[in-house]
């Protein structure tokens, strides 16, 4: 069964530091998404993506994020310079559909350490 | 406003046995969808179950089931013949029809099933 597949599972770094987070989207699906989750805590929405351009973000996205789609496959998420409140497992996810039937399809997670 | 309450922080059910995971939605959009997903210890997202506002019929997939009380907004994740590997996270989750991509997560409930 295809699935959405994230590189590194596990980044560390330190603040201040730019990281980039790495996704491949199931190859048919055409929305694509970034999530957070801070550790105990609910999945927040972070961004979506359709069409080589931002579709809609949350509140928590803001200038020192940014995502790209730098070829067919891949999908990125940026973070120029990171606080220790980032620190968080980020997903990525997709979606055939913009559709409210359309599942999310989630990968494993980069878990990110900021020290 | 919270979009989605689960009420249950946590929950325990014996091997074999049927559980109830509560969840409660909060839209005035008559197009929406729900989900469930399940999170292991491992971190994964994994969907497990969806049901549209408009489904005359409540979802099953396998051992899971959603009690769909539409008037009462509720959407609750039955899981039958509890087996030990659904020991895990499980999140209840919206998409509104008007409000564009975004997945609005519940907090959680932490299933734990016994021997």
């Known amino acids: 069964e295809p699935e959405v597949t994230q590189t590194p599972s596990h980044q560390v770094t330190q603040m201040g530091q730019e990281v980039i987070l790495r996704c491949v989207p199931i190859s048919n699906h055409l929305y694509f998404y970034w999530y957070r989750q801070i550790l105990g805590q609910k999945v927040e929405f972070l961004v979506s993506?359709?069409?080589?351009?931002?579709?809609?973000k949350s509140e928590i996205f803001d200038d020192q994020f940014s995502v790209e789609r730098p070829d067919g496959s891949n999908f990125t998420l940026k973070i120029r310079s990171t606080k220790l409140e980032d620190s968080a497992m980020y997903f990525c996810?997709?979606?055939?559909?913009?559709?409210?039937?359309?599942?999310?399809?989630f990968g494993n997670g980069t878990r990110l350490t900021v020290t | 406003a919270q979009k989605i309450t689960q009420t249950q922080p946590g929950m325990f059910v014996q091997e074999k046995e049927a559980v109830t995971l509560d969840c409660t939605y909060d839209?005035?959009?008559?197009?929406?969808?729900l989900f469930w997903y399940k999170q292991p210890s491992s971190g994964e997202m994994i969907f497990l179950i969806y049901q549209g506002s408009y489904d005359q019929q409540n979802a099953t997939e396998g051992r899971y089931s959603l009690n769909f009380q539409k008037a009462r907004k509720s959407a609750n994740l039955v899981i039958s013949a509890s087996q030990l590997g659904d020991s895990a996270m499980y999140f209840c989750a919206m998409r509104e029809g008007d409000s564009g991509y975004a997945l609005n997560f519940g907090k959680g409930t932490s299933l734990l099933v016994t021997p």
């Open positions: 996810a997709s979606s055939a559909q913009k559709q409210v039937n359309s599942p999310l399809h």
């Open positions: 839209t005035s959009d008559p197009s929406y969808g």
């Open positions: 993506f359709y069409n080589n351009e931002i579709s809609e």
